[in-house]
């Protein structure tokens, strides 16, 4: 046993069991994140319910269990005990998401098994999502246009028509949002620059009468392409407004549900395996190409998505040049002294300082120090509303590369330490530089440890929060940080992150516990983003790796 030790081997055999089961675990928990992400847009059946009440009546239900859970008697109130009669320690309950904003104070609602006492999921259910006050339970019985019914529950080609007219709706709301977000806002943002030059010139002394002459004319001209763009956006409003649907809720109540308000129809009871799989991945694309709803509980995470990767490339832009550059100045010129030393030290510590403090040092640095210089230097005509004194994509993705500097920094200098002295001495006695030497040998072969570095600092980037809520990152941007409107890449605007919607839906919703599976996808998503960031650095860095190999030897 003495000597199988002296060998080695044990260790060996640890090392790999540890490597093993951190893989395992890593795996395990991708698959646990994704499978309660991804269930979350797999169409659930909808439940009629009549649950009994305290006095003796019953509660009629209409909507899709989100979760079911065991709890003991003891976390209920007495009289709900008493009512369900109760002998067992513990009881089932379901987690109801029943919509109908309008008429309940909360979408959601704990129903406890023993109490129900009918459960059906009949195929006319519907479930209606709409722009505004979310999902909408219930039993569509007629199609009116313009007050006049057109369609009605029974009729051969009653669904027929009503995805027809769902699908009409959803165009001209499409079409007038495109309007908002493409014409109009060019108007706005054009109109927004004209009072800024007049501002300037006036600051300048150089508003004269041509001057303001001329800036009337170009707002004259902005306002008539506004009114042609507005009564563009007004007819497509009438027309989207034409249709409504009559449904019958789960108070018996036959209620008006505007078409325009509606974004998509489906009948999950009276759906087959292959209509499942194709609403799954239906709901799946407008998760991630469209934009949120409701706070952030309802829609897609689109500018989420953007904002991250933005952030994240605009990052790597920053942090590699600075890190490759401080490498090489410590390897290659600064002396092996006490003073190179400590500099290495503190690079390391930096790798250890708490994430929130680069977040106060980016806030009171970039923000208030350097972008409020910027304003009073070059904008002074938008002052006092700031534009680069505030938080912004710009300062969150400076605050990050000062953040993951150190990891740059070291892995770059481990690559140019692992380069064989002989090729810096065959280049000098050749007749090159030390700076050419550097720039055509050194840097080319140590780039793959500048990729590892990079890949490192992506990894620890994207999923960081904690200084983003300080240094630029929103609930909700009404905007992109890029656009249309020259100069196209806006980086004083704020943005949405996926790191900071998923701490926002998980903790800041209405009801936590319902907030929970959109919580599972958006982290899925997040790993997802990072691997794809990642393994496009990885490939980078395979292919710098083969090309340079053969110079090693």
Do not use: C
């Not at 980037?461 to 904690?466: F, M, N, T």
């Amino acid at each position: 046993m003495k000597k199988w030790f002296r060998t080695g081997k044990p260790w060996i055999w640890l090392t790999a069991g540890s490597v093993s089961i951190s893989l395992v675990a890593v795996i395990g928990l991708v698959i646990m994140i994704g499978w309660r992400g991804l269930s979350f847009f797999w169409p659930s059946a909808i439940h009629e319910m009549d649950v009994k009440q305290a006095d003796g009546g019953t509660k009629h239900i209409i909507g899709e269990i989100y979760d079911s859970e065991i709890v003991p008697t003891t976390r209920l109130p007495q009289s709900m005990v008493e009512l369900a009669e109760i002998e067992s320690e513990t009881i089932t309950r379901y987690l109801m998401k029943i919509g109908n904003r309008e008429y309940v104070p909360l979408d959601f609602t704990w129903v406890l098994e023993s109490l129900v006492t009918e459960d059906t999921t009949p195929a006319d259910l519907a479930v209606i999502e709409r722009s505004k006050d979310g999902n909408f339970y219930g039993r569509i019985t007629a199609i009116t246009e313009q007050g006049n019914v057109i369609a009605r529950q029974g009729d051969a080609d009653f669904r027929e028509v009503l995805f027809e007219r769902v699908e009409r709706a959803v165009e001209l709301n499409e079409q007038a949002m495109g309007l908002q977000e493409s014409e109009i806002a060019s108007v706005n943002y054009a109109m927004g620059e004209l009072e800024l030059e007049r501002r300037r010139l006036q600051l300048e002394g150089k508003l004269t009468d041509e001057a303001v002459a001329y800036l009337q004319e170009q707002r004259e001209k902005l306002q008539q392409d506004y009114q042609v763009y507005e009564e563009q956006l007004f007819d497509l409003r009438e027309q989207a407004q034409r249709d409504t649907l009559l449904v019958k809720d789960f108070r018996g109540e036959e209620v008006m549900v505007p078409m325009y308000r509606v974004l998509d129809v489906n009948f999950p009871n009276d759906m087959g395996f292959f209509a499942k799989v194709g609403h799954f991945f239906q709901q799946v694309g407008k998760f991630v190409s469209e934009d949120p709803r409701e706070a952030n509980t309802e829609g897609g995470v689109f500018p989420a998505i953007f904002g991250t990767v933005f952030m994240v490339l605009l990052m790597s832009v920053i942090v590699t040049p600075f890190g490759v550059v401080a490498a090489v100045y410590l390897h290659e010129y600064a002396g092996k002294n006490s003073i190179t030393k400590l500099i290495r030290i503190a690079v390391i510590n930096l790798a250890g300082v708490p994430s929130i403090v680069y977040g106060v040092f980016g806030l009171g640095f970039f923000v208030y120090m350097v972008g409020g210089s910027l304003d009073q230097v070059f904008y002074p005509e938008a002052l006092p509303n700031p534009t680069f004194g505030t938080p912004g994509v710009l300062w969150s993705a400076v605050t990050l590369a000062i953040l993951t500097l150190p990891v740059v920094i070291v892995s770059t200098e481990e690559g140019l330490s692992r380069i064989p002295s002989t090729l810096r001495e065959g280049s000098l006695a050749l007749g090159a530089t030390k700076w050419e030497t550097i720039w055509r040998i050194i840097i080319p072969m140590a780039s793959p440890a500048i990729m590892t570095g990079l890949i490192l600092a992506v990894a620890r980037a994207a999923g960081e929060v904690a200084p983003l809520m300080l240094v630029g990152v929103v609930k909700s941007a009404p905007m992109l940080p890029v656009d249309g409107n020259f100069p196209y890449f806006h980086l004083d605007r704020k943005f949405m992150h996926l790191g900071f919607h998923i701490y926002d839906v998980g903790f800041q919703s209405p009801n936590v516990e319902a907030a929970r599976p959109l919580v599972y996808a958006t982290s899925f998503l997040l790993i997802t983003v990072i691997v794809g960031l990642n393994l496009t650095a990885i490939s980078v860095r395979n292919h710098l790796r083969e090309k340079y190999r053969s110079l090693e030897h």
